[in-house]
DNA sequence: GTCTATAGCTGGATAGAC
DNA sequence: GTCTATCCAGCTATAGAC
């Protein structure tokens, strides 16, 4: 019946903000299980129980920090104009794909948070959490290449989930793998994302195969 | 000086095998951290204190389950042919594509292993284990590519590696984003593996943009 | 809201019998 | 090679003063 605190939501304090960020980059570094209550303490500057106040356990510290994280997210991919201008899409498509390596890039952490929650799939409640914005984000991106099929930039014939589906697979993928890409002999895009991103959106549009048709126009 | 033992490696006690699946298949569903010693010898069927006389500890366990899971993996990949045949190499190409994906499904466990590795990038050891057969691996696939651009069923003018990369890209996305895929409107690909390996990779021969040639000949 | 102190338990790892 | 019994460091979480 108290009224006299707003526990784990809201973190109006100082302290309960400084608990998320240290939380966020320690459960980024370390995985759920990795890191301890003691090191977020130590890193934000506060005592142990000051988390357990602010936040009902470490479950729900971390879930707060997902929810933080997703959100973040969110509002990263959300920002830019709808694409109500079949005119401009064609653009925006390859913009969106650009923009969509550099944020993940430019925010490592939260990028290494949600790929662990994706490929941990055990927590069920994180699950249904990123699927919302997935879903949302996917959908819209759907919605472009279904447009740029109709507005005629881009060929009919195939599903636009697809061409959806590989420009975000091609984006994380750049990201989890970069360490290894730049020990891999051959790999000298992975120095520099803004022309590989230039370099596959080029190859995905004009496609890898010998089309007969560019045969004859060179020949 | 003694000789009565053979610790660590080769583990060819029946205890040995029991712990290194048990141990597989923990630290894929929950991770280094999250996977206890006590897990793992209650799911073998051995007591925790048999665990320390084969594996020197549980880092060294884990890494022997790493160093397994990889050794499996690249007998996996490098079986087929090599491709010293130009003319069949397209179709070892779509091929390869196809079991690449029917691998990674296959051993769920061990690719969420190698993925988790390949994510944390902080076990500097596991690092290079795993380069060790990636480098292998992607050279024979970016070989295959340059070798379908040369012989000109592949057009020139793209990066070889740009490929490989996104055909392992796909591959690897599409195993660890399936649980989310599956919850996603408009993705219904991701129920049939069989059929989104074809369409992607015509996708990726044919380009997803509308090249003008392919207008004229259909009008 | 923040702290110190501590409860209660589980983790990895060891000793020593069989 | 396998076990039981044990050590102790570290963990999450709580109690209660300020």
Known sequence: MSMSRQPARSPSAEGALAILEAAESLFAEKGFDGASINDIAHRAGVS?????????????????????????????????????DPAQSDRRLKQFFSEHLDALLEQPETTRLILREVLENGSESGQSLAEG???????????WVRMGQEAGWLRGGF????????????????????????????????????????QIFGLLMDGAGASSNVWEEEA
């Open 48 to 84: 142990k129980a000051n988390i357990f106040h602010h936040f009902t356990s470490k479950k729900g510290l971390y879930l707060a920090v997902l929810k933080r994280a997703v959100a973040h997210s969110a509002g990263i991919l959300a920002k830019g104009p709808p694409p109500a």
């Open 133 to 143: 914005i997935f879903a949302d984000y996917f959908t819209r991106l759907v919605g």
């Open 159 to 198: 599903d636009p989930a697809l061409l959806a589906f590989t420009l975000i697979a091609v984006n994380v993928h750049f990201f989890q793998a970069l360490p290894i890409l730049q020990h891999l002999p051959g790999a000298g895009f992975a120095f520099d994302s803004k022309t590989f991103s230039e």
